[in-house]
């Protein structure tokens, strides 16, 4: 589906960088700079209305670039802004989770996912990838030079070395010092932790669980 390209590196050619994720988001390519960085979107609208990323909030303090599906935004946006006009897209829902729950966020997500959220008043970058890793998410940290992309091309082609995936189920949370870019593992969080103990005694629960996964993959088309 989408592509995203964020980095701390110059943008000399936009068009090198983005060349490969340009063919997974053919409807919009957006590029913003903020906070020292560069937000670089392509999207393939699937959901709601076409909304171009970076996500931001009404302060332009948290900035999102989402790849994936929200399933349970409609949800969220019952729980989180009950009295609002419901989401146009599901993407839109991560901001009201990370203002609600902080850096816990992907935990109320219901979803596959591939996330880069970076908050400039808190110094805060964090970067999640949904439990399964369904949507992949590449990091490079070269010095004072930091990035993250859907694929590893992106990254590589706008200047990137030591490009690692980041592992499924994962939320890392880096900092910053005000005035420097040199960015800081804080901590690495788990978004889901499983319970595997084995209680069934049919596949009835799993014929189930398989139908409801089926059915909010397809509620939006």
């Known amino acids: 589906m989408c592509s995203f390209l964020l980095t701390t590196l110059r943008l000399l050619n936009l068009t090198h960088a983005n060349f490969y994720l340009k063919q997974r988001g053919p409807d919009h390519t957006s590029h913003v700079s903020n906070g020292g960085f560069h937000f670089v979107h392509n999207l393939l609208s699937q959901t709601g209305n076409l909304s171009a990323q970076p996500l931001v909030t009404a302060d332009g303090n948290v900035l999102v670039l989402f790849n994936g599906e929200v399933y349970n935004y ?34 109320v997500l219901d979803g596959e ?3 880069a959220l970076v908050d400039i008043r808190q110094r805060s970058l964090l970067l999640a990838v949904d439990p399964f890793g369904v949507k992949p998410l590449f990091v490079a940290e070269d010095g004072d030079a930091f990035g993250a992309s859907s694929y590893r091309s992106g990254l590589v082609r706008a200047g990137h070395r030591k490009v690692r995936q980041l592992p499924a189920n994962t939320l890392q949370e880096y900092s910053w010092l005000e005035g420097r870019r040199e960015f800081q593992l804080v901590r690495t969080h788990v978004v889901r932790t499983w ?27």
Request: charged share 25%.
């Open 113 to 115: 996912y591939a996330i």
């Open 195 to 221: 319970v595997i103990h084995q209680h069934q005694t049919s596949g009835l629960e799993w014929e189930s669980a398989f139908l409801r996964a089926v059915a909010k993959r397809v509620a939006d088309v």
């Open 74 to 107: 409609r949800e969220l946006g019952n729980t989180l802004r009950p009295k609002d006009t419901p989401y146009a897209s599901d993407g839109m829902a991560i901001l009201d989770a990370y203002a609600r729950y902080g850096k816990q966020f992907c935990k």
